[in-house]
């Protein structure tokens, strides 16, 4: 029976949180979207930025230590599946790095200047 090594139990872990926390920025800025639309109260609106901000910069925390194991992994341990998981991991960084710098220049811009 052939037995997973630590790093590639960890690089498992990472990738299904960086997924959860991928999808719950993408849901929380829906959520900004339609709360535009249907008039949310000003608070309501400055609290799912400011969740916002703080599942991207997660995000993008985890996703730098995912892809660097990601890299490791295919190049000095010859996995090379693990280089194919890199480029989600590196989409997933764009997405956290995008809604970082949305939901904070909105937070910026509303609170005046």
């Known amino acids: 029976?052939?037995?997973k090594s630590r790093k590639q139990q960890?690089?498992?872990f990472l990738y299904r949180s960086i997924l959860f926390l991928a999808v719950?920025?993408?849901a929380l800025f829906l959520f900004f979207y339609y709360g535009n639309t249907q008039s949310f109260l000003d608070s309501t609106q400055k609290m799912i930025?400011?969740?916002l901000s703080h599942i991207s910069v997660?995000?993008?925390f985890l996703s730098t230590i995912t892809l660097i194991l990601e890299v490791y992994l295919s190049?000095?341990?010859k996995m090379r599946f693990y280089l194919q998981l890199a480029v989600p991991t590196l989409f997933y960084f764009l997405i956290g790095a995008?809604?970082?710098f949305?939901?904070?220049v909105i937070l910026f811009l509303s609170s005046g200047m």
């Open 1 to 3: 029976m052939h037995r």
């Open 10 to 12: 960890t690089v498992r």
């Open 24 to 26: 719950f920025a993408i």
């Open 49 to 51: 930025l400011f969740v």
């Open 58 to 60: 997660s995000l993008l």
């Open 75 to 77: 190049v000095f341990q």
């Open 98 to 100: 995008a809604g970082t």
């Open 102 to 104: 949305i939901s904070r």
